[in-house]
């Protein structure tokens, strides 16, 4: 090296004597691929993911019973609960938009309303030991807070801020609640991913038609078919076949009484999602 003294050229050495120098990352012998599993971090835990324009939108008729059948849940399983946001959020982007905002801000706006329905449930539960936890607790210590309660409750937007990657169309960040509690499932290498929406899962015509709904489907099948009406974001697909640990979903009517319950058990009540 040369001397620190020294003043600074254009050719001054900036190395520092390390067991690094022989550029780590360059090396061919240390960056090629390993076949090694990935650990399951959380493989006892089961992620609800609650609409918030399907249920929570809805008030204490739809609310109310998911609090009690979510209640009637915890002596027998472990829960990360997250929200998404609902229709205050269309007209928040409405807004964005109008004013020129980036995809980030939007996101960080849209997400405070999922924030809000995630503190109404924490709320509806605090009795019972669940309480709200920001992204960051859940991102570093969420093993810690789970050994002391049954459930959590989280806000399910990903904290993208204003790093969120501009869409391909339009400006409306892609990465939504759905999209977010997908991606918590799988880096967690959790049990299940349920989402509870307002609709009994995928149907290939109109919705409520039981001669097109479909109990079971491949992502490639769905995207082939270009269902209109998707009850979960269509980002999911894409991150599902991309995923190491969550090779499927299940879609789940919340405001039918005992679905979630039957599906945390292991029950196939709804539409399950599978990678191809």
């Not at 008729?61 to 959020?89: F, K, N, Q």
Request: no cysteine; proline share 7%.
């Amino acid at each position: 090296m040369s001397d620190p003294a020294a003043p600074a050229t254009a050719t001054s050495a900036k190395d520092v004597p390390s067991a690094l120098m022989r550029q780590t990352l360059l090396d061919r012998e240390l960056v090629k691929p390993v076949d090694r599993p990935v650990i399951r971090l959380l493989p006892w835990l089961n992620v609800v993911a609650i609409g918030g324009t399907a249920i929570m939108d809805r008030g204490r008729d739809a609310v109310l019973p998911l609090v009690e059948e979510l209640r009637d849940a915890l002596p027998e399983h472990r829960m990360l609960i997250l929200t998404g946001a609902g229709v205050r959020a269309r007209h928040i982007l409405g807004v964005g938009l109008d004013l020129g905002l980036p995809p980030g801000v939007l996101g960080g706006l849209a997400a405070t309303e999922a924030e809000q329905y995630a503190h109404l449930l924490a709320a509806l539960l605090a009795a019972d030991g669940v309480s709200y936890l920001p992204h960051g607790t859940v991102a570093h210590q969420l093993a810690a807070h789970l050994s002391a309660s049954r459930a959590v409750v989280a806000n399910g937007y990903p904290p993208y801020g204003v790093h969120e990657f501009p869409p391909a169309v339009g400006k409306i960040p892609p990465h939504r609640a759905d999209a977010g509690a997908f991606l918590l499932a799988d880096a967690y290498g959790v049990a299940q991913l349920i989402y509870v929406k307002d609709v009994d899962g995928v149907f290939t015509g109109e919705i409520g038609d039981p001669a097109g709904f479909r109990r079971r489907i491949g992502v490639g099948e769905l995207r082939g078919m270009g269902v209109a009406a998707l009850p979960v974001d269509a980002l999911v697909l894409e991150l599902m076949t991309h995923a190491k640990h969550v090779k499927q979903v299940q879609i789940v009517n919340g405001l039918t009484p005992g679905n979630v319950s039957k599906a945390l058990a292991g029950d196939h009540v709804g539409t399950i999602i599978h990678a191809d």
